[in-house]
């Protein structure tokens, strides 16, 4: 089994940041791309950045470009993400997912964290 642990969210007002963690732990052979999802109430969830396996490549929505940087540690098998000149609209349940591959020989699936919210008010 795999566990993903978020954690960094919190009340912060507008114009602050935020730093999210997220640990994936148990049977973990090697972990491909790394992503940050948010929901708010009423609304799909979203893609809000997504990093490769070396961390050399990275995606994001154009909302969060130039506030919101990812990144990722492998040896501890973390994601995070720096928000910066954070918004109201940026308030959300933020989620953490990993693709996954559990051993050698198996396939690669999707596993989710529990999400952390986030509240960006004055």
């Not at 989620?95 to 529990?114: H, M, N, S």
């Given at each position: 089994?795999?566990?993903l642990v978020e954690s960094?969210g919190g009340?912060?007002?507008?114009g ?5 963690s ?5 049977t973990?052979?090697n972990?491909?791309?790394?992503a940050w999802?948010r929901q708010a109430?009423g ?8 990093i490769?396996?070396s ?7 154009d909302s969060v470009?130039?506030r ?7 040896a ?6 720096q928000m910066?000149?954070l918004?109201?609209e ?7 997912k990993a693709?996954v591959r559990?051993?050698l020989?198996?396939?690669?699936y ?10 960006v008010s004055?």
């Amino acid at each position: 089994q795999v566990q993903l642990v978020e954690s960094g969210g919190g009340l912060v007002q507008p114009g602050g940041s935020l730093r999210l963690s997220c640990a994936a732990s148990g049977t973990i052979f090697n972990i491909n791309i790394m992503a940050w999802y948010r929901q708010a109430p009423g609304k799909q969830r979203e893609l809000v950045a997504d990093i490769s396996s070396s961390g050399g490549s990275t995606n994001y929505a154009d909302s969060v470009k130039g506030r919101f940087t990812i990144s990722r540690d492998n040896a501890k098998n973390t994601v995070y993400l720096q928000m910066n000149s954070l918004k109201p609209e940026d308030t959300a349940v933020y989620y953490c997912k990993a693709d996954v591959r559990p051993r050698l020989w198996d396939g690669t699936y999707a596993y989710w964290g529990q999400g952390t919210q986030v509240n960006v008010s004055s």
